[in-house]
């Protein structure tokens, strides 16, 4: 049984553990747990949800003795948070201090490696193609689309009306953030990305993406719209609560079977718009509490994938040969990164030895100067 208990906390018996979770803005709230064996991690981030229910957060961290932050994302890391923890409360008996809460700092930037912390579960069954909705349990998600694509068919979808929470992630182009829409009262997906491009090119891009208002799929990401804010664009998507597939680890085959399902749908409808992926990887497939599974980040405007790769230093792991070789490619190139993904998520790792380059940067798989 786990309380929430409020208000300054000194006091410690041998049975309960009082965790301090420390806000953002400062404040705290003092935790009771009076069956701290039986505590898992994924009760810690249930409490931290419901004190900060605004928040996705998918790991925290304490200090350790010397003041550094160690990321917990598993039982097995809070195991050996509470060992530490545990240590330092003896320590504090033996000198006759008070004992100290454990402290633990909410983390809303995804960490590397959690696992299915959101419970993923996956629903193949939404028809594909005509944004059928039948795995909803309301109408919701289809209404909500509906209203954002009344406000940016008005033009409406602009800097203003955005007010930005959590970082979501960083990839090499730009920073992904979770975001409130003031006037749909909307959580969005905004993805800015810097660019130093003429006004032309601006408008250039803003054509191409036009594409996307027309992609009705239950198995591609909702667009809202985009827009330019001095040098950089705004790229504004549904928001989905389960994150990108790269951080689940290990899929169990039963799951990622229907995952496959899921993405092959979403895959072949892009096709059937004459629309390459381009980008298949991963941590471009976002799942949902809904249990629903959406490609992002396709390359639907060329000027934006040129304009980005001039500046972009990232993996071609994941990249088909005849496009590492600059050679035409295809269909099949979406199917040869497919298929590098899919044996990723099965095996847990990615499937191919990680090359170290010279100069220390050995943790990359490939590494790629695109100069497109
Ligand atoms: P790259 O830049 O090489 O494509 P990436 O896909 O990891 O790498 P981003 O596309 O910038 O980088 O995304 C960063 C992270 O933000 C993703 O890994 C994902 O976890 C998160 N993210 C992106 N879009 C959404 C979304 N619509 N809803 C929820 N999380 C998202
Ligand atoms: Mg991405």
């Known amino acids: 049984m786990l309380w929430l208990l409020c208000g300054p906390c000194g006091a410690m018996d041998s049975q309960a553990l009082v965790i301090r979770i ?206 330019f804010v001095e040098n950089r664009i705004s790229l504004c998507t549904e928001f989905m609560d389960g994150g990108s597939l790269d951080v689940y680890r290990k899929i169990p085959e039963h799951v990622l079977g229907r995952i496959a399902v899921a993405v092959v749908k979403g895959l072949t409808y892009l096709w059937s718009l004459k629309i390459l992926h381009r980008d298949v990887k991963p941590s471009n497939m976002l799942v949902n509490t809904r249990g629903q599974v959406k490609l992002c980040d396709f390359g639907v405007s060329t000027q934006l994938v040129n304009s980005i790769a001039k500046t972009y230093v990232g993996t071609n792991a994941y990249m088909a040969p005849e496009r590492i070789s600059g050679e035409q490619y295809g269909i099949h190139s979406d199917v040869w990164s497919l298929g590098i993904s899919f044996m990723e998520l099965a095996l847990g790792r990615f499937p191919y030895p990680q090359l170290a380059v010279p100069g220390g940067m050995s943790d990359l798989k490939v590494v790629l100067v695109c100069a497109l």
């Not at 960490?111 to 059928?132: C, D, E, F, Q, Y």
């Open 22 to 227: 420390k806000i953002p803005d400062g404040a705290a709230v003092d935790w009771t747990v009076h069956s701290a064996p039986q505590l898992l991690f994924r009760d810690v981030l249930d409490v931290i949800g419901q004190v900060l229910p605004d928040a996705t957060t998918t790991a925290f961290e304490y200090e350790d003795e010397d003041g550094d932050r160690i990321t917990v994302r598993s039982d097995e890391e809070m195991k050996a948070m509470l060992s530490y923890y545990y240590s330092t409360v003896m320590e504090q008996q033996v000198n006759g201090q008070l004992i100290e809460p454990l402290q633990i700092y909410p983390r809303a930037c995804k960490p590397p490696g959690k696992r299915n912390i959101h419970g993923l579960k996956v629903n193949t069954r939404a028809g594909a193609g005509s944004g059928a909705s039948e795995a909803l349990p309301s109408n919701s998600l289809k209404k909500s689309s509906a209203e954002l694509k009344k406000i940016l068919a008005n033009g409406q979808m602009n800097e203003q009306d955005i007010r930005y929470r959590d970082i979501l992630g960083h990839g090499n182009g730009g920073t992904v953030y979770k975001a409130y829409h003031v006037r749909s009262g909307k959580i969005l997906a905004v993805k800015v990305i810097p660019l130093d491009i003429t006004l032309e090119l601006q408008k250039q891009i803003m054509s191409e993406l036009e594409i996307l208002y027309k992609c009705d799929s239950s198995y591609i990401i909702g667009f809202y719209g985009a827009f």
